[in-house]
C-alpha cells in the first residue's frame, strides 16, 4: 500500500477504472447478505466502499471486524455503481470503491454519540467528547469556514498594506482592567502580568512606531461573569490605523466586508452600509444594536399623549420620561388578554412598569384606555403608528432608558415568534455619535463608555469641562443583524487631551502618571492622528456560519462557567508550584484544597 | 487639505508636476539661509520638502518651528531637484517637493536617541522607548520581513489544504508542564489554568477531531530561567497532519521553506534537504545544531590513540571516553601558547579537563606531546585529519558528552574568531533519528527528550521494555546555520503504546489516567495516525533578517528577566484583586509587598 492517498469525497466518474488507496473513518458499515458497504469518511466527505465476491477472503473478514470510527486504509478500484443503487443525495454517490486490500489503522470503542448531524446530544457530552463532536459534518464546515474567513480578511488587509504584527499576551494590570486574568510571575515575587482585554494601548504604540496600518486576529481574555454568548477567551480582528479619518476606516471596514460576503457567502452587499446615529437606534429601535432585518419599529409617542387624558401617559411625558409604542401588524385578533398579560410580564423584566395596548377596529381604536383618547388624538395615533385594522399598539411609558430596554426587547421577542425575521439576509448597518461617558450614580463618577482613549468628536472637545453628558464620541460600531460585530473610534493622539481625560474619568495626576505614564510619554514624541476598529471574529463566524451558540464556532470552548469539560481546567496545583510563585491560597480556596 | 495622500517612499520622476498631499515624521530639518529643507518619513520612506521663496511666509513660519519627530500635513508639488543637489543614495533622490501648506499634526519633545539606524543606545533605553526604537528603518524592515514570512507560509498551507485552527490559551496544567505559567482562576477559588508552552495535546485531538491538516501561529509560554535567547512568550508554527509518514512531513516542510526563502530572500534552497543522524551529527560537530556553513569537523581519533604512550588518550578511550579532534587550518603560526592556554580555558567551560594541541611542520607534528606517537601513528593522525603544513591540531580527550560539548564550542568559536563563515549562507539541514528517551541519574528515571507523545521509531518499540536506551525516536529537527529552527516527530496514536511510553517513564497507572485521561481516551476512538512539525518564528525571523538578538525579531519583547521595561509589566496587584482570587503572598513576596 504505498500509492499516493487519495481524498474520498473528491472520487467522480473520472476515477472510474483507476485504483485508489483510501484512508479515513467508518462513517457507517452494512452487511447484505455477504457483501460489506462501508462509507469511508475522510475530511473531503465520504464515498462508499464494497467487500464483495471480488474480494479476498482475508479482506472480507478483516471488513467484518470493523465497526464505526475505526480507522482505515484500502486499495481498491473506482467503479459505476449499478444504476439502481446510484444515491443522488451523496456527492461521490454515482460511483463506489470495490476493495482488493484494507488494514486497520486505529480501532475505535463504540462513540458515546453518532457522529452525525442533528444527533440531540447534551452540550456537556459533546464538549467532553470534543473531538468526537468536531467529526460532524456541519462542525467540520464551521472550522472551514473560520479558516477561510480569515484568509479573505487578511488577503484584504494585506492588499491594502497592514501588517500583521503579534502584541503581548503577558501585560500589564491596570485598575481600569478589573477583569483582568492576573498571571503571576515566579521571578518577580509578589508581581503579576495581566492578559490582555484588548491590545489597545499596544496597537496605539505601534501607531506612534510609525508602522501606520497594522492588523491582528488577537486573542482577548476577559474573566466576566459568563453569560451564554460570552467567553472568557476571545478572537478579535484588530485593525489600527494613522492619518485615516473615521469616514475612511469605516470605508476601509465595509470593503472588506463587501469581500468577505461576496467570497464566503457569495452575497453582494451594497455599499456605503447604512448609518444611523446612536439616538436614533435607541429611538427607532430601542437598542444600540438594532435588527433592522424587519420594522416594527418604536414610535414615539410623547407629544402626541402628554396632554391626554390617561394619566399614566402624560405623567410619564411630563415627569421626563417618554410614551413609545410598536405596531404589531395584522395581530390584533391572534393576541388574547391572556397573551398581552404574558407580554406585559416580559417588558417588566426590563423595569417597565406596565404595557399598555390598543386594537385597531373598523379604524378605530379599542381596548380599555381608548376611552382616554379623543377622536381626533385616536387619528393622530393611528396615523403616527401607520395603523390599520387588526393591527395591535403595544405602549410603554417610562424612563427613556427603560422605554428602550423594554420596548426593544419586546420588539426582537414579538418578531422571533411571529417568524418575520428573513434569517437569511445580513442587515449591516453602522452606529455612530456615541457619547463619551457615562454618568455612573453609584460610583459619583464619569466613566468612558468605550475606553478612555477615545477621541471626542471635533465640535464637542470644548464641552468635555463643561457639560460631559452631552460628548459625543469619534465612534462607530458595526451591527450586522442585531449583534455587536465590533466597533472602533479615533484615539486621543494628544497628551494634553488625553489628560483632560483622565480627569473627566476622576484619575488625579498621580493615578494618571502610575497607571499610563507610558502613553503619555508616547504621545510626546509625535503621535500621528490615528484609530481603528477591533471585530468579533467568533461572532462573525457565529453569524455567517448561520449558528446561534457562540460555542460552535471556537475549537475547544470553555462552558459558562468558564471550565473546560474535556480536560477539566481550571485544576488544582501543587504547593510546590505555589510557593515557587510565593503565593498562599485564601479564603474559598483554602476550603477547596482540603477537600 | 482634502486631497488624497500620498506615499513619501513612493514619489518619482513620473510625479513630476503633481500636486501631492504627505503626512508623517520629521526626519531631519536644514535652515540653508532662509531655505528650509524637511526630510519627511513615513512608512514607505523619505522624501525631500523645500520651503523656499515660493513659500507663504505663514508656512515659513511654521516650517521653521518645527522639530525632529513632529508629525506634519503637507501640501505641495513634485520638483525635479536641481542636478547638483541630487541625492543617489536616497530612492527618492532626484526629486523634491515644494511646499504650499503645512500644518502640524503633533509635537514631538526631542527624542532620547536619534531615529536613525547605527546609533548606539543601551537596550534598556530603546525597549523603555520601543515606540521610537520602532521607527527605525532597520526596524520597520524587520517588522515587514516578519509579516511578509508569515504570509508566504500561510499561502503555502493554505494551497496544501492546512485549516488555520485556534487552540485554547487557558489550558490545564500538568505536572510534567514545570515551567507553566499559571493563571488563578475567579470564578473557581483555589483552581488554575496554565499558558500553553505549545498546543501538543490540542493538535493531537486535532487530528482524533479528524481535520487531518491544521496550522497555526501560535503563542506560547515558558516561565523559564531566561537567557539571551529565550523570551517568556514566542511564536511558533505550529503544524499537525494525519496520515503523512516523516518523510512526507520533512517534504512538505522543505517545500514551505524553499518558497519561503525564494520570496523573502530571493534565495534557492535545493531540496531535498541534507539529512545527518543525531549520532552523527554528535560525531562530527559535536552539536545535536551544526552548523555547517563551514567544516573543521570533529574526527574521532580514539581508534590511532588508544594504544599510544599518551596516557590521556588511552585511558580516555580504555575507560569509555573518546578522543576527538579539529583541525585549524593554517592557523599553527598565529596561534601561540598562550593563545592556546586561553582555548583550554574555554574548553574547560564544558567540562574538558585539558586541551591537546599538535602543529603540523614538513608533515610531521611538533608539540609537547608529539613524542607519544610513532611516526606511523603521526602519519595516521595526518592522515585522518586530513592535515597539512601550519595546520593547528586541537584534541579533547574525555567522557564522549564532554568532548562533543567542548569541541563542538571549541568549533564555533574558532570558526567566528578566524572569520570562516560565511554569513550570506542559508545551510539548512534535518538532524534525524534522535533518541527517544534520557536518562536521568539524580531523578533515577527516564525523561522524554522531546515529549512524552512522541513515536517510536518502528523497529524500536519492542525495545521499549529491555533497552529504553536505545529506543530512537521518529522525530526530525529542522537546523540552520547552527541553530534549531524547530522539530517535530510523529505521535502516539494507541492507547497501549501510550500507557507503555508513561510507564517507562515512570508514572503510575493512577497517575498517567489523572493527568492524561482525555488523550489516552481520545486515543481510544479512532485516533488517525499522525505527526507534525513546529517552527520557531521569532528565530526564523531573526535568521532572514541578520540579527543577532532575538529581541529584535519581537515587537514588545521582555528583558532576560522577563519584565518590560516600557509597560513596567510585571506589577503589584490591590489587596482586592488578590482576594477575588482566594489568594494570598506568601515568601518572598511578602517582603516585596512591604517595600
Redesign the interface.
Known amino acids: 500500500m504505498t500509492e499516493k ?1 487519495q481524498l474520498a469525497g473528491d472520487l467522480t466518474k473520472v476515477d472510474v477504472g483507476s485504483k485508489v488507496t483510501l ?1 479515513g ?2 462513517q457507517k458499515r452494512r452487511d447484505l447478505g455477504g457483501v460489506i458497504f462501508i462509507d469511508l ?3 473531503s466527505g465520504l464515498v462508499q466502499v464494497v467487500f464483495n465476491l471480488e474480494t479476498s477472503e482475508e479482506a472480507l473478514e478483516i471488513a467484518e471486524s470493523v465497526r464505526s ?3 482505515l486504509e484500502l486499495v481498491g478500484k473506482v467503479v459505476l455503481r449499478d444504476p439502481s443503487t446510484i444515491n443522488p443525495k451523496m456527492k461521490t454517490g454515482d460511483i463506489e470503491v470495490i476493495v482488493d486490500e484494507i488494514s486497520i ?5 463504540n ?1 458515546p454519540f453518532t457522529v452525525l448531524d442533528g444527533t440531540d446530544i447534551s452540550e456537556d457530552v459533546r464538549l467532553k ?7 460532524r459534518e456541519s462542525m ?1 464546515e464551521t ?2 469556514l ?2 477561510q474567513a ?2 479573505v480578511m ?1 488577503n484584504f488587509l ?1 492588499e491594502e ?1 497592514y ?11 491596570t ?1 481600569e482592567g478589573a477583569r ?16 490582555p482585554q484588548s491590545p489597545q ?2 496597537k496605539q ?2 501607531m ?6 497594522y492588523y491582528q ?1 488577537a ?1 482577548c ?1 476577559r ?1 466576566e ?2 453569560r451564554a454568548d460570552r467567553q ?2 476571545f ?1 478579535q480582528i484588530d485593525i489600527e490605523t ?2 485615516m479619518t473615521s469616514d475612511e476606516i469605516m470605508a476601509m471596514t465595509e470593503k472588506m466586508i463587501q469581500r468577505l460576503m461576496k467570497e464566503v457567502k457569495g452575497v453582494d452587499i451594497n455599499t456605503p452600509l447604512p448609518r444611523i446615529s446612536y439616538d436614533e437606534a435607541m429611538n427607532r429601535y430601542g437598542s444600540d444594536k438594532p435588527d433592522t432585518r424587519f420594522d416594527m419599529e418604536l414610535v414615539d409617542v410623547s407629544e402626541l399623549v402628554k396632554n391626554s387624558d390617561f394619566k399614566v401617559f402624560a405623567s410619564a411625558v411630563t415627569s421626563g420620561g417618554k410614551v413609545s409604542a410598536i405596531n404589531v401588524k395584522n395581530e390584533a385578533n391572534n393576541f388574547s388578554r391572556k397573551d398581552i398579560d404574558k407580554l406585559t410580564d416580559f417588558v417588566k423584566i426590563y423595569g417597565a412598569k406596565g404595557l399598555a395596548w390598543l386594537k385597531v377596529e373598523e379604524e378605530n381604536l379599542k381596548g380599555p384606555i381608548a376611552k382616554f383618547f379623543t377622536e381626533a388624538d385616536q387619528l393622530d395615533l393611528i396615523h403616527a403608528l401607520d395603523a390599520s385594522d387588526s393591527d395591535l399598539l403595544l405602549f410603554v411609558a417610562d424612563e427613556k432608558n427603560v422605554v428602550y430596554d423594554s420596548l426593544g426587547a419586546l420588539r426582537l421577542k414579538l418578531a422571533k415568534e411571529l417568524n418575520v425575521i428573513d434569517e437569511s439576509r445580513f442587515h449591516f448597518l453602522w452606529v455612530t455619535d456615541w457619547p463619551l461617558l457615562e454618568y455612573d450614580k453609584d460610583a459619583g463618577r464619569y466613566f468612558a463608555a468605550h475606553h478612555p482613549f477615545t477621541m471626542p468628536a471635533d465640535e464637542d472637545v470644548e464641552k468635555l469641562a463643561t457639560n460631559p453628558d452631552e460628548v459625543k464620541a469619534a465612534a462607530y460600531d458595526l451591527v450586522l443583524n442585531g449583534f455587536e460585530l465590533g466597533g472602533g473610534s479615533l484615539r486621543i ?2 497628551k494634553d487631551l488625553q489628560e483632560k481625560m483622565f480627569e473627566v474619568l476622576g484619575f488625579s495626576k498621580e493615578e494618571a502618571t502610575e497607571q499610563f505614564d ?1 502613553l503619555l ?9 490615528h484609530g481603528g476598529i477591533a471585530l468579533g471574529f467568533d461572532r462573525m463566524v457565529m453569524l455567517l456560519a448561520g449558528k446561534t451558540n457562540l460555542r460552535d464556532t ?3 470552548p ?1 462552558t459558562a ?4 469539560p ?9 504547593q510546590a ?3 515557587e ?13 482540603e477537600e
Chains 1, 2 share one sequence.
Open positions: 492517498r484512508k473513518w467508518v469518511r475522510d475530511r470510527e475505526y480507522v489503522l486505529n480501532e475505535a470503542k462513540p467528547y470534543r473531538y468526537l463532536d468536531l467529526r467540520q472550522f472551514r473560520r479558516h480569515a484568509q487578511r494585506n498594506g501588517l500583521e504584527m503579534e502584541t503581548p499576551m503577558l501585560t500589564k494590570s485598575p483582568d486574568y492576573l498571571v503571576p510571575s515566579r521571578v518577580h515575587a509578589g508581581h503579576f502580568y495581566a492578559l494601548l499596544f504604540l505601534i506612534v512606531a510609525g508602522f501606520e496600518r486576529f486573542r481574555f474573566d461573569d459568563l472568557p477567551e478572537t494613522s492619518f493622539h494628544k507610558f510619554q508616547a504621545l510626546e514624541y509625535g503621535a500621528p492622528p471556537i475549537l475547544f470553555k462557567s468558564a471550565t473546560d474535556l480536560t477539566n481546567a481550571p485544576g488544582t496545583v501543587s508550584q505555589l510557593d510563585l510565593s503565593l498562599g491560597l485564601s479564603g474559598e480556596a483554602l476550603i477547596v484544597n
